[in-house]
């Protein structure tokens, strides 16, 4: 009996330690309550789920100038990364849409209104991509989702209450100690998001929150360039 009960402890512990993609709509349910027992949200580049599932979401996404990511976080804090591969069944997620990553903080709904894409994207009406987004904790353990897109000329981002993040959850970019320069944060902004997606706020980052000194910091986002690299071979 109480091996049982400490067996559903570590079940809720590893399901709440995962994160969804609202929006667009993932690839494949890769939570706990997955029917398919073999898509693992620890396996790069997509949690297991194959890129060419014939009943998997394709969700238009504007041509130009980027569209919405809403994503359920299940972490008190966690750095994030945003990729983006082109094509119908994506193996190379070689576009960087978080340059510097960022720093997600409280667990909820995050929600980017506007997630900038290279101006120089080489897609046309039409064209198919998949988003790839990817997690990493305090436990240095990466974790992987994707989602798949159609650029339409005539798609729209989400706005208004469809794109709310929750109360306490933030999100900025990870400048490395002694950079100068201001970064890019969600949406565009050049300042922490939190609430509604739109706004300031003064509340400290996931870094300063937890209390990581400097060196525990610098160790993190140097591990963090050492797995970025990693995903570019």
């Given at each position: ?18 994160f ?10 890769t ?21 060419n599932l ?56 995050l ?31 990466a ?12 798609a ?55 209390g ?14 050492v797995?970025?690299a990693?995903?570019?071979?």
């Open positions: 009996m109480e091996l049982t009960a400490l067996l559903l402890l570590a079940t809720a512990a590893v399901t709440n330690a995962h969804g993609i609202e929006y667009p709509p993932m690839r494949g349910q939570l706990g309550s997955a029917k398919n027992n073999s898509y693992s949200q620890w396996v790069q580049p997509c949690a297991g789920v194959p890129g014939t009943d998997r979401p394709i969700t238009p996404w504007p041509l130009s100038g980027g569209g919405s990511l809403k994503l359920d976080l299940h972490h008190k804090w966690t750095y994030l990364f945003i990729n983006l591969g082109l094509g119908p069944d994506v193996s190379n997620f070689n576009y960087t849409l978080t340059n510097p990553f960022w720093n997600a903080t409280g667990n909820g709904t929600c980017i209104p506007k997630l900038a894409v290279p101006a120089d994207l080489p897609v046309t009406e039409g064209s198919q991509g998949s988003l790839q987004v990817v997690t990493l904790g305090d436990d240095g353990n974790l992987y989702n994707c989602a798949d897109i159609v650029f339409r000329a005539n729209t981002a989400l706005s208004g209450d469809a794109c709310k993040s929750s109360d306490g959850v933030t999100v900025a970019p990870v400048v490395a100690a002694g950079a100068s320069g201001t970064g890019t944060g969600a949406g565009g902004s050049t300042n922490t998001t939190s609430g509604s997606g739109s706004g300031t706020s003064s509340k400290p980052n996931a870094g300063s929150a937890m990581v000194n400097g060196v525990a910091l610098s160790s993190v986002v140097g591990l963090a360039m797995f970025v990693g995903m570019s071979l």
